[in-house]
């Protein structure tokens, strides 16, 4: 019935065409690694073997979608709503503020408190920082796109300033602040899932992957079961139709750009809260650009966005045991394959599409 | 006889199953101002589209100068001396008048050569026509009436004989515009000939020469400006082929629904849209807005949908005074004119389609939608409304036009509505489907609803209202009960208010 419903072209986009994208990607990375004098199939398989070959490589594969879940999350909110947010990178660096002024002003919480609080500050702060934007679109008509890239700019030096100059563990030269108390501590998986014999290594994948799971369940049920998720879709596919309902477009810009910057946020609970326990100068480390590619190739739906979050993860992972293990693809070779599967999913995503559609639609059009 | 300017032979365009042009001819004299006048839709912009080569001609023939010409694309119509000037602009604005002149041919890789060659030429033709535009002045920073003197301007250097104006007044203010006639006969007096599309009648009769007017897709009349009235042209643009018959008894019409007191409306660009409205529908009765279309009534709707906000004046529902926002929450329901456009959300389901607008009902929910409900109710309007195909979880986009239609008709019916809007009920619908759409509208007149509609048609008004509201120019030029009403007497109101924004 589902399948019937939803017929062949869903199917073909959320499945043929991503997979055709990556195999393209692929491909040319191929001949980019035979190019320097390497063998291709070697590095793919040392690529994949280092992101799932062994249980440490799980673990640091999921931690790094633990990120991209989150910022694609924020991406695709946003894209709901008709809006291109190019901001997750800021926004999740704010996150990172929302929980070093938790982490080091309120250290004396309770355990129990101490994490909830964390991880609302870092919504939130991620949050403001996706307002400005929202309320700028809604009210000023500045557009988003414009205004998301230059706040990044503007979260990086604000975020250098605060590591700098106010929040810097006293007495010390690099840019970072305290380490929290172990109450803000995430428990690393591997602490509970070892006495189940499931091996993750010593990795630093943490409870924060459940975090991600639940906002995709929040997101899918925001979206597509609650009247906001509907305003929100409204104003994203037809605004001349939103302003005849009633809805006020202004309002829901600013309510998806405030939710897609809480979900870009929370990336920082996985980086601060799961791993580093404080917070590093520029510890989000491009993630947040790699959201909208995420958000991209998972066409905006949560299972999608899971599924593109553990390539992308893998990619990375698999990307770094590559670098280690066939020095003469270095790190930057990594970067360019990430690179064209970004340029495949995302940049070309009609390269393909369009042509299969009529390839494989129109036997079934023609039927009466 | 002289060979005319322009003559086109039996050209006819469909547009899939929609003839936009119907075996039209037309036949334009050089050294004449021709009017070409007839309701949105009508076909004006498609034949003139199809004279500058945008659209082909499914068949009939093209004649220029009394010679038979092939044109595809418009620059073979530049070549045969043919110029348009669009509604809406096609200039640069950041660019200068002399360097929008020049788009197109350039003439050589630098400008300067150019330029000075075209700087003297069009001097010379500014100067033939009385047509000043300042040469070096920024185009976007020029007002409305200047921009459009630059597209003609545009038009003559590149040695148009024959200019096409598509509704060259809409933008002007009515200084504009008699600069702009003036222009119009000055160029008629150096033996260029004018088309001149508008939906304005005292336009008409005061420039042109000859008139022809086009009712869906046909030229139904070739006149004689001098020879002819508003009168006639606005009977002869509404027509009145197929009465519809209506079974409908006489209305009782109950207390006040809605009370629309010196509403006053001005768009972006300061132009007033309507003016000082006064009237009110009881429950009840259905009250019918005629006019040609463009003259305030679309406005209306929008204002009364809750879409824009008057820039004066009030609306009361059932006494009670109303801010246009909430006004839906008052239990005002809208079939908007483009109900494709506003209407519908075209890459959502038609189970969220059926609730647009009314989303926020407790009975739909409260945060979460109540998706069971909305199901159900969806199911029971596809089988009562006969919408195909019958499933309700096709895209908005996978319905036929018409099916469409039904949706946006059935949502707004079915939510109990104390008044409901309609505007252009049966444009789109085939010819089953307006029965059934009349025959619901008076049921729920006769269950005590106020109904407004508006609609191009005046056959469907007459045989629908039980009371008439005339528009033109943003006002009302007439009301009446349908009993005493006359089709002539209409027309003539219709026309009226065109009198008063010509003088």
Redesign the interface.
């Known amino acids: 019935m589902a399948a019937a419903?939803r017929g062949l072209s869903f199917w073909i986009d959320i499945g043929l065409i991503p997979l055709i994208n990556l195999a393209a990607a692929f491909l040319v990375s191929g001949l980019i690694v035979l190019l320097i004098g390497e063998n291709p199939l070697r590095a793919a398989w040392l690529m994949i073997y280092g992101a799932f070959g062994y249980g440490e490589a799980w673990g640091y594969t999921l931690f790094y979608a633990t990120n991209f879940i989150f910022v694609g999350l924020a991406v695709a909110l946003a894209f709901h709503a008709g809006l291109f947010n190019i901001g997750g990178e800021g926004q999740a660096y704010l996150g990172g503020l929302g929980i070093a002024i938790v982490g080091t002003f309120a250290g004396f919480l309770p355990r129990f408190l101490a994490i909830p609080a964390a991880i609302f500050s870092a919504a939130l702060v991620g949050g403001i920082w996706g307002l400005v934007p929202g309320w700028l679109q809604a009210r000023r008509g500045s557009h988003v796109v414009v205004t998301t890239i230059l706040l990044n700019f503007v979260a990086a030096s604000l975020m250098a300033y605060l590591l700098v100059n106010v929040l810097i563990r006293p007495g010390q030269q690099s840019p970072e602040t305290i380490v929290f108390p172990h109450a803000f501590w995430l428990p690393q998986l591997w602490t509970w899932l070892g006495p189940f014999g499931v091996d993750l290594g010593r990795s630093p994948l943490n409870a924060s992957i459940l975090l991600a799971l639940l906002c995709c369940i929040l997101f899918w049920?925001l979206i597509w079961?609650?009247?906001?998720g509907?305003?929100i879709?409204?104003v994203g596919?037809?605004r001349?139709?939103a302003?005849?309902?009633?809805i006020n477009v202004g309002r829901i810009v600013i309510i998806a750009m405030i939710l897609s910057g809480a979900l870009a946020g929370l990336m920082a609970v996985n980086e601060v809260l799961g791993a580093q326990h404080r917070v590093i100068l520029g510890f989000v480390a491009g993630y947040g650009y790699v959201g909208i590619a995420v958000a991209l190739m998972g066409r905006n739906h949560p299972i999608g966005i899971i599924l593109a979050a553990i390539l992308f993860g893998a990619l990375y992972q698999g990307g770094s045991e590559l670098a280690f293990d066939m020095p003469r693809v270095s790190r930057d070779i990594v970067v360019v394959v990430q690179g064209l599967v970004i340029l495949f999913a995302g940049g070309l995503e009609h390269l393909f599409g369009p042509l299969l559609q009529a390839r494989l639609m129109r036997p079934q059009r023609s039927q009466p | 006889m002289q060979a005319a300017a322009i003559e086109l032979r039996a050209i006819s365009k469909r547009f899939g199953g929609n003839v936009a042009n119907d075996r039209v001819d037309i036949r334009i004299e050089s050294g004449t101002i021709h009017g070409i006048v007839g309701e949105n839709g009508a076909g004006k912009s498609t034949l003139m589209n199809i004279l500058y080569g945008y659209l082909k001609a499914d068949s009939g023939a093209m004649l220029v100068d009394g010679s038979e010409v092939e044109i595809s694309q418009p620059r073979h119509a530049i070549a045969a001396g043919i110029g348009m000037v669009h509604q809406h602009f096609m200039l640069v604005e950041p660019l200068t008048v002399l360097e929008n002149m020049l788009l197109g041919s350039e003439g050589g890789v630098t400008l300067k050569r150019g330029m000075t060659a075209a700087r003297r030429e069009i001097a010379r033709i500014e100067r033939d026509y009385g047509l000043e535009v300042d040469l070096d002045a920024v185009v976007g920073e020029l007002a409305v009436g200047l921009q459009q003197r630059v597209e003609i301007l545009k038009a003559l250097y590149r040695g148009a004989r024959t200019l096409i104006l598509d509704e060259p007044t809409g933008v002007l203010t009515p200084q504009e515009a008699d600069h702009l006639f003036s222009i119009l006969r000055n160029l008629k007096m150096q033996g260029r000939s004018v088309i001149l599309i508008t939906h304005k009648l005292g336009e008409i009769m005061r420039v042109t020469d000859r008139v022809s007017v086009m009712r869906r897709g046909q030229m139904v009349a070739h006149l004689e400006t001098r020879a002819t009235s508003r009168e006639q042209l606005a009977e002869l643009m509404v027509g009145r082929a197929v009465l519809f018959q209506v079974a409908k008894g006489p209305a009782r019409p109950g207390p006040e629904v809605l009370r629309v007191e010196a509403l006053d409306l001005k768009d972006e660009r300061g132009v007033a849209r309507l003016k000082d409205l006064s009237f009110s529908v009881h429950a009840g009765e259905i009250v019918g807005v005629a006019g040609v279309s463009g003259n305030g009534q679309s406005e209306l709707l929008e204002v009364l949908g809750g879409m824009r906000s008057p820039t004066r004046g009030s609306i009361a529902i059932r006494g009670k005074m109303t801010c246009w926002r909430s006004i839906r929450e008052q239990g005002v329901a809208h079939v908007p004119e483009d109900r494709l456009r506003n209407g519908l959300v075209r890459g959502m389901k038609a189970y969220e389609n059926a609730i647009l607008g009314y989303h926020r009902r407790r009975d739909y929910g409260g945060f979460f939608l109540s998706i069971r409900t909305i199901l159900s109710r969806t199911r029971d309007w596809f089988s009562r409304y006969d919408i195909r195909p019958h499933d309700v979880f096709l895209n908005a986009t996978s319905f036929s036009g018409g099916n469409q239609q039904k949706l946006v008709m059935a949502r707004e019916i079915e939510h109990g509505p104390v008044l409901l809007l309609i505007g252009q009920p049966t444009r789109g619908v085939d010819v089953g489907a307006i029965e059934l759409i009349h025959r619901r509208i008076v049921e729920l007149r006769d269950q005590g609803m106020a109904v407004l509609i508006v609609s191009v048609e005046l056959e469907e008004i007459m045989s629908l209202a039980d009371r008439i509201l005339v528009m033109a120019d943003g006002r009302i030029s007439g009301r009446m009960p349908t009993a005493m009403a006359d089709e002539r007497a209409i027309g003539m109101m219709m026309a009226d208010g065109d009198a008063v924004a010509a003088d």
């Open positions: 419903r049920l079961k609650t009247k906001l509907y305003e879709r409204v596919h037809n001349d139709a302003v005849y309902a009633g």
